[in-house]
């Protein structure tokens, strides 16, 4: 019997990636936008810009491994302040923070460092903040069935703070509870204890 699972996670993009044509089209981008592309140091902007935002786009693949939670370990684990990078989809500006994400745990446990491969799976892709932090909890519900789920995630987002209303130093906090973090009282004010953030 094996001790351990894995489930090999990759996330590809519907149409593939053509960098070639995302440089035409952001150098088309930029000139629409009075952006003389003349100049040594803006000539390879549209190159750059189609990189860039390809690997902004493209999650890498990661090996989710469980193991057998053999000792039957039932309080919460948790792993704060996992970095955020994620980029609007509204206005395909970036946002960034942090996510605390925690789960009580079932039959299996998961490894560490799977919890922040999960969060970066799901930003790597034109999102809203809402549903990033359902998706992380949904997904960890669905593969890792632990018996409660809490996603917290808190970032400051450019297209509020760089234009439109320019609220610098703003941060937006979003939250998803599943299971006993959900239904139990104790268990959820636990959960935001450790987070550091009051509900």
């Known amino acids: 019997m094996q001790s351990e699972t894995a489930l090999r996670v990759v996330h590809e993009p519907a149409e593939g990636v053509d960098l070639a044509a995302a440089e035409l089209h952001a150098a088309q ?3 629409a936008l009075g952006v003389s592309l003349e100049s040594e140091s803006l000539r390879g902007t549209p190159g750059r810009m189609a990189r860039a935002y390809a690997e902004l ?12 939670n053999d000792e039957g370990y039932d309080e919460l684990v ?3 302040g996992i970095p955020v990078r994620s980029v609007c989809e509204h206005h395909l500006l970036p946002f960034v923070g942090v996510a605390h994400v925690g789960y009580l745990p079932g039959e299996r446990i998961l490894g560490l460092s799977k919890l922040a491969r999960i969060v970066e799976h799901f930003a790597r892709r034109p999102q809203v903040q809402e549903r990033l932090t359902k998706q992380v909890a949904d997904w960890l519900a669905e593969h890792v069935h632990p018996k409660g789920v809490g996603v917290v995630i ?12 320019q609220a610098a130093g ?22 935001f ?4 953030v009051n509900p």
């Open 154 to 165: 808190e970032a400051e987002h450019t297209c509020m703070t760089l234009r439109g209303v």
């Open 57 to 68: 786009f493209s999650p890498r693949p990661f090996d989710l491994t469980t193991f057998p």
């Open 78 to 80: 948790l792993a704060r």
């Open 193 to 196: 204890a450790l987070t550091g």
């Open 170 to 191: 703003s941060s937006t906090v979003t939250s998803t509870l599943l299971g006993t973090l959900r239904e139990d009282a104790r268990s959820r004010q636990e959960f």
């Open 29 to 31: 981008f930029l000139e």
